[in-house]
């Protein structure tokens, strides 16, 4: 088991034959991912990487029977190419794409919640479960299989995240990361209930950073709903006021979104947080009782 | 990225959005010149910067003469504005803006921004005119009037009603705070703005409303597609090591410790500087050097974090995806012969090609090279070479 996406999701790829989308597709499929094809307007009928070509995502989805779309456009064209997956009838859409502009993904997430299509980023890895399925850019061996979930505004703080897990021999069931700006798909919130549903997570390691209030959210959440242990880690606790730190989404403002206060609200809610991201793996180990 | 009040108002003037009618001026000879060309008998010489605060700091005067004009343009052309937003170091003001006065009768708060919660941008309204914002919400948070503005419909006038009557506006004056604020979601909208802040919107005498001040933020993603806000950008008010790393596509911030980061990732750099601080040591910047981390971007982000004279040591981490560690080592190497590092680099590579990337750092010999087994150990090897242990 695992959550969202398995060995039989059937992924097509918007923006394949770019030179993003056509390494990381290489890499997907490399790692077991049902790549059944992928759409670039004018390219269609041609064939890439063994996969066909389609014009647009409705002729894709009709054709290969695919339920989730890889988009890898440029920024410019990320909430064109959301809303033509959702209106195809897609059901989850992974954007990878970073550098989206906070309004087109503000119509493109409304438009998308209106069609319930699911989307995770856009300005993340992806999704990963492992051993079956990766729609996205994380180095896949990382991902040992295992019982425990993971969730993450950042890319490298995954892979170091599920490193650190691996290394005090547990592993993964899915890893998910939600992206680090001001508007997101799937956040904590939503996939929790997922995890905590999923008989082979065990616990979660949910990673969070300054900015916004997802953090904030998700403890209330885990106080009322949540059974398995949790984990979670912060970024951003010396980082100084009124600065984006990396992430569009990553800036305190306001005095609001600081780490203490996110630190503070999952630790009321039960949640095992600890301080230095170094420590993620032997929380683990804690809370699983090794 | 942020404009300054007189740009702002520039924006507004093409939607409507009423202000007072005023000039910039970089001396004294210009704001005099300013203040003549408006006319009238009272003037208001503002200090341009980026920051919030101006008032209380001295960087805004009211003048009743010319000469008046003259003399307070010349105290605060070449000052260091030091108000809550700008540090202690304060911000340089390099051009004031004279405006015309106003017959000011009362002070409203209006300010439009994301609910990053709902998604969808929100205007808030208040009758605490002229103060801080944050400190209105703190303590007496009843006074804030806020309406969420679904994007699909748009600013509709029961958005504007519930804002004018929120804040006690008689009937005869809510029709005109209506318009007031569509046109001012329309620049919102129109320019990809993050931000807008009018902190005082005044009502005049006779029943208008003014943005007597204002103050805008833009989202960095747009901003290719808004290139009359692009040209408003004053590089002046940025630092500039941040500019020079952004050309180089590496993400700097400069902080106030020791201890010299680069990483790769956003979350991974913060969480980098958290565990320096865990470890007992202070970060002295964030820096992500984004997914390529080759020779030359590593050179150059030696370059600018040493332009810090503050640091002691480097903390190199590095997770290893798509990235090859062996790679990134070769390209530490290289970095070390095109720029002179002369403190000592704690270096962790982990991930794909690590133990390439270790036999690689060992061979080379660089004798301030320190090899790190993970993030705890690189942290706490760092912290102690900057303390000179």
């Known amino acids: 088991m695992s959550i969202l996406v398995n060995k039989d999701t059937k992924v097509i790829v918007q923006g394949f034959t770019g030179k993003e989308g056509t390494f990381h597709a290489e890499q997907c499929i490399a790692y077991g991912t049902k790549i059944v094809g992928g759409v670039t307007p004018g390219k269609g009928g041609q064939e890439h990487l063994g996969q066909p070509v389609f014009n647009t995502v409705a002729e894709a989805v009709a054709s290969t029977g695919a339920t989730v779309s890889m988009i890898f456009v440029p920024p410019a064209f990320v909430s064109d190419a959301v809303m033509e997956a959702a209106d195809a009838g897609i059901s989850l859409a992974v954007i990878i794409t970073e550098g989206a502009p906070v309004k087109d993904m503000m119509f493109a997430k409304a438009y998308a919640v209106k069609k319930d299509m699911m989307t995770i980023g856009p300005n993340c890895p992806g999704i990963i479960t492992a051993d079956e399925c990766k729609i996205g850019i994380m180095p896949g061996f990382i991902f040992k299989k295992g019982n425990i979930g993971l969730i993450s505004k950042s890319g490298t703080l995954t892979y170091e995240s599920a490193n650190q897990v691996v290394k005090e021999g547990f592993g993964i069931t899915t890893a998910v990361g939600i992206g680090g700006d001001p508007i997101i798909g799937l956040s904590y919130k939503q996939l929790l209930p997922m995890f905590e549903a999923d008989p082979e997570t065990h616990a979660i390691v949910m990673i969070g950073e300054i900015g916004g209030d997802l953090e904030i959210q998700a403890a209330a959440y885990i106080k009322e709903h949540i059974t398995k242990p949790v984990v979670a880690f912060i970024a951003g606790q010396t980082a100084p006021a009124g600065k984006r730190m990396g992430h569009a989404g990553a800036i305190i403002s306001g005095g609001a979104g600081t780490a203490a206060e996110k630190m503070a609200a999952l630790e009321a809610a039960g949640v095992k947080v600890v301080v230095s991201p170094a420590d993620i793996g032997k929380a683990i180990a804690e809370v699983m009782g090794k | 990225m942020n404009i300054h009040e007189y740009q702002a108002k520039e924006l507004f003037k093409k939607y409507n959005v009423p202000t007072l009618r005023g000039h910039i001026a970089f001396t004294p000879d210009e704001a005099v010149k300013a203040a003549q060309e408006l006319g009238g008998n009272i003037w208001v010489v503002k200090a ?342």
Do not use: W
């Not at chain 2, 003048?63 to 003259?70: G, I, L, N, Q």
């Not at chain 2, 005869?172 to 909208?189: C, G």
């Not at chain 2, 129109?190 to 943005?211: C, Q, R, S, W, Y």
């Open chain 2, 48 to 389: 341009q910067i980026h920051a919030g605060g101006r008032g209380l700091g001295g960087g805004v005067k009211l003048a009743k003469s010319t000469s008046e004009v003259r003399e307070m343009a010349a105290q605060i052309l070449g000052m260091q504005l030091v108000t809550h937003q700008t540090g202690p170091e304060g911000k340089l003001v390099q051009k004031v803006y004279i405006e015309e006065g106003a017959d000011i009768k009362k002070e409203y708060y209006l300010g439009l921004l994301l609910d990053r919660a709902l998604e969808m941008p929100i205007m808030m309204a208040s009758t605490e005119g002229g103060m801080a914002i944050e400190e209105v919400a703190h303590n007496t948070p009843e006074k804030i009037i806020k309406v969420s503005i679904d994007p699909l419909t748009g600013f509709q006038s029961f958005h504007g009603r519930k804002l004018a009557f929120g804040l006690g506006l008689p009937v005869e004056e809510i029709n005109t705070f209506i318009k007031f604020a569509s046109a001012l979601y329309k620049v919102y909208m129109d320019h990809d703005a993050e931000m807008i802040e009018i902190n005082p919107l005044v009502k005049t005498g006779d029943g208008k409303f003014l943005a007597l001040d204002a103050k805008m933020g833009f989202d960095n993603n747009a901003l290719y597609r808004q290139s009359q806000v692009n040209e408003m950008r004053d590089l002046s008010e940025e630092e500039p090591t941040e500019i020079e790393a952004g050309k180089f596509g590496l993400s700097y911030i400069k902080l106030d410790g020791d201890v010299g980061c680069m990483v790769n990732g956003a979350g991974l750099a913060m969480g980098t500087m958290d565990t320096i601080n865990y470890e007992g040591g202070k970060p002295a910047n964030f820096l992500d050097v984004g997914g390529s981390a080759s020779a030359e971007t590593v050179a150059k982000g030696f370059e600018i974090i040493l332009k810090d004279p503050n640091v002691k040591a480097i903390f190199v981490n590095i997770f290893g995806g798509i990235v090859r560690c062996d790679r990134v080592a070769n390209g530490i190497i290289e970095a070390t012969k095109i720029t002179n590092v002369n403190v000592p680099v704690i270096v962790r590579l982990d991930g794909t090609n690590a133990i390439e990337a270790a036999e690689i750092l060992n061979n080379a010999g660089i004798a301030n090279i320190v090899a790190a087994t993970d993030l705890a150990d690189g942290a706490r090897k760092a912290v102690a070479a900057a303390k000179g242990e």
